[in-house]
Nanobody, 123 residues
Framework: QVRLVESGGGLVQAGGSLRLSCAAS????????MGWFRQAPGKEREFVAV????????SYVDSVKGRFTISRDNAKNTVYLQMNSLKPDDAAVYYC????????????????WGQGTQVTVSS
């Protein structure tokens, strides 16, 4: 039903910014809460941010609060993650995901996943 494609990753210096995008297929995008997760080498997949179906409610992992902003444009079937003041610890593969049941921090509650986009932060 939903195909997700991330873009916008790359190499950035510590303190810099990146904006990730996730384009979704289909006409039921508004039915899904959208989340961002990340996975660094040797670590488990970590919840980063989630936004509700209408975009009115957002939630973030403590380590990115004040630096990252999740947003969505339902008319464009796209969710974004604006990442500012990037740190080396932010380096990871970032994945977007769609949850029909609503906002969640748990990967198991997401129905669809993108292929991921690499974010590298140099010291």
């Amino acid at each position: 039903q939903v195909r997700l494609v991330e873009s916008g990753g790359g190499l950035v210096q510590a303190g810099g910014s990146l904006r990730l995008s996730c384009a979704a297929s289909g006409r039921t995008f508004r039915d899904y809460a959208m989340g961002w997760f990340r996975q660094a080498p040797g670590k488990e997949r970590e919840f980063v941010a989630v936004i509700s179906r209408s975009g009115g409610i957002t939630s973030y992992v403590d380590s990115v609060k004040g630096r990252f902003t999740i947003s969505r444009d339902n008319a464009k079937n796209t969710v974004y993650l604006q990442m500012n003041s990037l740190k080396p610890d932010d380096a990871a593969v970032y994945y977007c995901a769609a949850s029909l049941r609503g906002s969640s921090t748990r990967p198991a509650e997401y129905d669809y996943w993108g292929q991921g986009t690499q974010v590298t932060v140099s010291s």
